[in-house]
């Protein structure tokens, strides 16, 4: 119901309930194929678990739900832990297909030139 504000009543939870928040987190692509990457991260990504990931493709971005297929240390340092994780894309639009597969074709012809 409205209160006097025309704002709908919030109600107190008497007990628990409990959510989950997305927030974007920097990683580094080290890796990419037509099926998935691998990353490098400040953070451990949970086995198994699905992720959107934002991928900068030259001058293109897509996003793709990607699953977390491995993670481990990658490197110590004293004060830092890096960990690498694969992540497998999971239904990938075509429009996110074509735009990995166009990604991968400009980095092979730029090498080979």
Request: charged share 25%; aromatic share 4%.
């Amino acid at each position: 119901m409205p209160n006097g504000e025309g704002r709908p009543e919030r109600i107190e939870i008497l007990g628990e309930l409990h959510g989950e928040v997305m927030v974007f987190q920097p990683l580094s692509i080290k890796e990419i194929s037509p099926g998935g990457c691998q990353v490098e991260t400040a953070f451990p990504l949970h086995l198994d678990s699905l992720h959107d990931v934002r991928l900068t493709l030259g001058d293109r971005s897509v996003v793709v739900k990607c699953r977390v297929a491995h993670c481990r240390i990658s490197e110590m340092d004293q004060e830092v832990v890096t960990y690498r994780s694969g992540m497998e894309f999971t239904e990938p639009t075509e429009h996110a297909k074509a735009a990995v597969a166009e990604f991968i074709e400009h980095i092979k012809s730029a090498r080979s030139s």
